[in-house]
Every structure is written in C-alpha cells, then in structure tokens.
C-alpha cells in the first residue's frame, strides 16, 4: 500500500529559556495537520538524551538513548535506545560489527510487521530519525563516533 504524501516544509524554532528551553523543527503537511519534532527534549534524568515528534494525524513517537555516553552526546544515538511510536514498542536490530551495509542496516519491527503500513507513521518515523544520531550505521561513522565519545569522556573524567 502506497499513501502520496503532499511535500511541506520544516522550520526550525524554539521557545522557553534556559533549562526549559525547547529546540527543533515544525511545520504542516496538509494531510497530516501541523507537525513539531523536538531533540533535544529538556533532559529529566541522568545518562538519558531523547526526541519527540508529535502532530495532529500522525502518531506520537519518543526515541530515548540511556547510558553514559549520552552525557557527551546532544542527539539521541542508536546505542541502547528504546522508540515508541503511539502506545507500540518499535523493536530494533543491527549487527554492529557487521562490514558491509546490508549488515550494518536498522532493521525496525513495529506493529509485527517489518515495515510500518503506510501513512502517519512513516511520517513519524522520518521525523525521529532525522534527529538521531545514525552515524553508527556507516563503518567510518561508528570509528569517529566511537573515539569521539572515548575522548570526550576522557575529557570529562580529566577535568
């Protein structure tokens, strides 16, 4: 089943100040009514970064990396990350150590399906992962991420 999409237009934006402060991308689709993602979300635990896309038609959906490495991070990363699209857990795989693409590809399961039926949650799943940190999908991604992540560690631990 294929669902035509009118193309529309995202505009950053922000509002609140300081802790509160709320930053992302809105816009409206006229078959799915005004859409807003926000990344990063104000943060409310420790170790935890997370997105958000919420619009009229279109499932919500909440994507949340938990560990360390988020304190170094400003964008949710595919290391230990939960997604929810409505009320459904998306179930996600990938073989990290994987060498070629095909290995290395997300694989989401949502609804028992491996593809989503078409319509809002593509849209919401577009969305998210356009504010996720996805270089760990690449080989020379996940190097530079990696050491990236090891030495800002360091960093942090040093001073």
């Given at each position: 089943?294929?669902?035509?999409?009118?193309?529309?237009?995202?505009h950053?934006?922000?509002?609140?100040?300081?802790?509160?402060?709320?930053?992302?991308?809105?816009?409206?689709?006229?078959?799915?009514?005004?859409?807003?993602?926000?990344?990063?979300?104000?943060?409310?635990?420790?170790?935890?970064?997370?997105?958000?896309?919420?619009?009229?038609?279109?499932?919500?959906?909440?994507?949340?990396?938990?560990?360390?490495?988020?304190?170094?991070?400003?964008?949710?990363?595919?290391?230990?990350?939960?997604?929810?699209?409505?009320?459904?857990?998306?179930?996600?795989?990938?073989?990290?150590?994987?060498?070629?693409?095909r290995?290395?590809?997300?694989?989401?399961?949502?609804?028992?399906?491996?593809?989503?039926?078409?319509?809002?949650?593509?849209?919401?799943?577009?969305?998210?992962?356009?504010?996720?940190?996805?270089?760990?999908?690449?080989?020379?991604?996940?190097?530079?991420?990696?050491?990236?992540?090891?030495t800002?560690?360091?960093?942090?631990?040093?001073?």
């Open positions: 089943m294929h669902t035509a999409v009118t193309p529309f237009t995202l950053r934006w922000q509002e609140g100040k300081g802790h509160d402060r709320r930053t992302g991308w809105r816009g409206t689709s006229a078959e799915f009514g005004e859409i807003t993602a926000v990344c990063p979300l104000p943060r409310t635990a420790a170790e935890t970064v997370a997105s958000e896309v919420r619009g009229g038609l279109i499932p919500t959906a909440f994507f949340e990396a938990r560990g360390i490495h988020t304190d170094v991070t400003s964008l949710p990363t595919l290391n230990r990350s939960t997604l929810r699209v409505g009320d459904a857990l998306v179930y996600m795989t990938r073989n990290r150590w994987g060498t070629t693409r290995q290395r590809s997300l694989r989401l399961r949502y609804g028992g399906r491996l593809l989503p039926p078409a319509g809002g949650a593509d849209i919401t799943l577009a969305m998210i992962f356009a504010r996720v940190d996805r270089s760990a999908l690449t080989r020379g991604g996940a190097v530079r991420a990696g050491v990236s992540r090891v800002n560690l360091w960093a942090e631990a040093t001073y």
